[in-house]
Structure formats: structure tokens, C-alpha cells
């Protein structure tokens, strides 16, 4: 899959996406553009997923009829996105459904240190979701 990062998608995570063909905006030169004309170029381009930390652009922008799949992660930073690369790697293959995935909520640093309770897991799987478009 030919997958698009966002200026602010952590770069160590494009190692973690082996089999998939990784670019990120800035190497294009499409950094300046925001986020609707970006996702214009990017589909035109060819592009089948975007990743962003932009939890705004869902309701900033119309993505329904989009042929590009965009997948909004719930935490930029990549010491805390590291931990749940699973998910990630997941919803990039889910990705191919065309559905936005992301619940948009940031994850709290207290779920991350608090014992694994049952109301622990439920913060900490707020990372990715899914969500019908």
C-alpha cells in the first residue's frame, strides 16, 4: 500500500509498516498545503492511506466519498505510540475498507502507569478505533 505521512506522524513508525511503501509530506514538498488540499494531491497522486495526529480533521473536512483511507492517531508522541504498534499495523490494514479510523481521544500518561485494571484497558484501547464514515 502506498501510505502518506502527515507532518505531524512520528517517522519511526514507517519502519514498523514493512510491506508497505512509506512517504511523508515534506519529501513531496506538500508540507505547506493543509489538510483538504493535501488530501486532494495525495489521492490524485495515488495514495490509499493518509496518517495524522490531527484529531480536527474529521470534522474540518468532508471524507466521505474520499477514495483515500485516513488513519488519525490518538497520540503523536512516538514514545507512547511505540506501545501500541499493533494496533496501528491493524488499522493500516483495515485501512483498505476506506473508513476513518481513530478515535480521535489523546491517551492519558496516567492510564499508561496505572496497574492493568479493567478501567485501565478501556483508556488505553481508545487509541485506535473504528469508526463508519
Not at 480521535?104 to 488505553?124: C, D, M, W
Request: no cysteine; glycine share 8%; charged share 25%.
Amino acid at each position: 500500500m502506498l501510505i502518506l505521512f502527515d507532518h505531524s506522524t512520528p517517522a519511526p513508525l514507517q519502519y514498523a509498516l514493512k510491506g508497505h511503501v512509506v512517504t511523508e509530506a515534506v519529501e513531496r514538498g506538500w508540507d505547506r498545503l493543509v489538510n483538504g488540499a493535501l488530501l486532494d494531491v495525495a489521492e490524485a497522486a495515488g495514495f490509499e492511506i493518509f496518517v495524522t495526529a490531527d484529531k480536527n480533521i474529521q470534522y474540518q473536512q468532508n471524507l466521505t466519498g474520499r477514495k483515500i483511507a485516513v488513519i488519525v492517531l490518538g497520540n503523536a508522541q512516538w514514545p507512547v505510540l511505540r506501545r501500541y504498534l499493533e494496533r496501528v499495523i491493524a488499522a493500516v490494514d483495515a485501512g483498505r475498507s476506506r473508513r476513518l479510523l481513530g478515535s480521535g481521544q489523546p491517551l492519558r500518561r496516567k492510564a499508561l502507569r496505572a496497574p492493568p485494571t479493567r478501567r485501565a484497558r478501556a483508556r488505553a484501547t481508545s487509541l485506535i478505533g473504528v469508526e463508519n464514515l
